[in-house]
């Protein structure tokens, strides 16, 4: 009998932790401060009247999985800068630090299982160094561009050199990579920007599908253009990237989250709240 009640009991237990759902994908929003776009013209070829406000947001995020974590671009201004208390000016200006937001959330750089940043920028990498000890994912023609030399434009290695000698994954540049194998959080290959610029997207079981989208936009406004901005590394591949994002949308209805977008920044639930 009492053989018996134990098999019950075991095959009850067996049959609760096959039915129960696995913790939600959780993502957290970092506010990495602002940059000052004196003139979007120039530089996205977009009038002051065409956007809403030319400044730019700067963003990060925290992707929370069963199986780990992910952080997703690491900021502009370097923690030590914001913590130093001195007058910022000139392009970028930050309050919160990376690693005290993270903190809020309940993280530490060490915590982290994996670094992917959008693409090379400074505004993307300010933080990098202190996840060295994630494996870093990445595609093998950033990476190599990253540690060229000399360096690409608008990059800060200074920031990222101690990624040289992080456990490191190159991902597929002609498909998407799974991070974490069940396909809730995917790397998406979106070249032109720079030559191995990635996009993420995270699949919200509230929220719903929902894509990072780096650099590949700097402004809603952008979206249904079919002209790229001057300046991208590979404006061929840019259009074609735009064209595959746009049918993307259309066929999963994917929201994008534009990192840059002050505005629709503005609106988004900031860590240590969070989106699931
Ligand atoms: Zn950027």
């Known amino acids: 009998m009492k053989t018996a009640l134990a098999a019950l009991v075991i095959a009850l237990l067996g049959a609760q932790s096959c039915t129960a759902a696995p913790p939600a994908v959780r993502l957290y929003v970092f506010d990495c401060g602002i940059l000052n776009i004196a003139d979007p013209m120039a530089l996205f070829g977009l009038k002051q009247e065409e956007v809403g406000n030319p400044n730019l947001s700067d963003a990060a995020y925290l992707i929370v ?53 959008s693409h090379y920028h400074g505004d993307h990498t300010g933080n990098a160094n202190d996840f060295q000890a994630a494996t870093w994912l990445v595609s093998k023609v950033e990476h190599d561009a990253m540690f060229a030399e000399p360096p690409p434009r608008i990059t ?6 101690a990624l040289k000698n992080s456990k490191t994954v190159y991902v597929k540049t002609d498909g998407d990579y799974d991070v974490f194998g069940d396909g809730t959080v995917v790397i998406k290959p979106t070249p032109g920007h720079t030559p191995g610029h990635l996009a ?22 952008e979206v249904a253009r ?38 629709g920044f503005s609106k988004l639930r900031k860590s240590p709240e969070f989106y699931e």
């Open 65 to 117: 999985h069963p199986r780990g974590t992910l952080i997703w671009d690491t900021g502009f201004l370097p923690d030590s800068v914001i913590e130093s208390g001195e007058p910022q000016t000139g392009l970028a200006r930050a309050s919160k630090t990376l690693k005290g937001q993270l903190a809020q959330a309940g993280y530490r750089p060490a915590d982290i299982t994996y670094l992917a940043l």
């Open 200 to 221: 993420l997207v995270v699949k919200l079981v509230k929220t719903g599908p929902v894509m990072l989208t780096g650099d590949m936009y700097h402004y809603p406004e």
């Open 156 to 161: 800060s290695p200074a920031t990222y050199n």
């Open 226 to 263: 079919e002209s790229v901005p001057p300046g991208e590394f590979d404006s061929a591949q840019s259009a074609a990237t735009r064209k595959a994002v746009r049918e993307f949308v259309q066929k999963t209805g994917t929201q994008l989250w534009i990192g840059h977008d002050i505005i």
